[in-house]
């Protein structure tokens, strides 16, 4: 293992997953995954121990779920929040929406492509945030409907309009790569935009930023 090796606890009830997950990673040059647990509150002692880069956490998991595992690990309470991505067999909008509320990094579906989990576990690994697309539709539809928060922070500054094309297309489950090629802009002018965004909105990381577009109805379903 090197210094730019990104470690990983991995948290699932079922032996059969988490070996699963372990092989795609562990086969992956810079990554290895250094802890397992099967229950919530294993989870939250392993990821304390260990401090790892990015943690992989189940929803249903005995003792503790995985979103308050989440919540416990990198609410908006927590000094130093984990980098977690929650994966699971059900995209239901509650358990996507809870998981991001509760300081999720990324959400990913059990049945996705390997790639697209390592990409998720590089992507929480230097902050960025990776949403399964078909997971980002179904959060744009759930606040489609509720119209939005009513008690929405507002920005201390008004976007700018690059920043506003930015935000978009974040919302849209795009990588900072992929916006900045959709753009036609560096991926460190992506940065800049995302960290101002950041800033004017009061978030502490992308998520939050993703879901500030989708409560102030800035995405539409058809976006």
């Not at 509150?41 to 989440?70: S, Y």
């Not at 949403?131 to 922070?153: E, H, K, N, Y």
Request: charged share 25%.
């Amino acid at each position: 293992m090197t210094s730019d090796t990104i470690r990983v606890v991995i948290a699932d009830d079922q032996h059969l997953v988490r070996t699963g997950l372990k092989m795609i990673l562990d086969a992956q040059a810079d990554i290895e995954v250094v802890g397992e647990a099967e229950n919530g509150l294993e989870a939250i002692e392993l990821t304390r121990r260990l401090r790892p880069d990015v943690c992989l956490f189940d929803i249903r998991m005995p003792e503790l779920d995985g979103i308050e595992a989440t919540r416990q690990l990198a609410g908006p309470d927590v000094a130093e929040p984990a980098a977690i991505v929650v994966i699971t067999t059900f995209d239901v909008d509650e358990y996507v929406h809870g998981a991001l509320k509760a300081g999720a990094k990324g959400f990913l579906l059990k049945g996705a492509d390997p790639e697209l989990l390592v990409q998720a576990v590089r992507a929480a690994s230097v902050g960025d945030a990776l949403i399964a697309p078909s997971i980002t539709a179904r959060l744009l539809s759930a606040f489609a409907d509720s119209g939005g928060s009513a008690d929405t922070v507002q920005p201390v500054e008004e976007l700018t309009e690059r920043e506003e094309e930015v935000l978009l297309t974040v919302a849209r489950g795009r990588t900072n790569a992929e916006v900045a090629a959709e753009l036609h802009i560096s991926l460190s002018t992506v940065k800049t935009h995302i960290a101002s965004l950041m800033t004017k909105l009061g978030a502490r990381n992308r998520v939050e930023i993703v879901m500030w577009a989708y409560e102030t109805d800035r995405v539409t379903r058809q976006s």
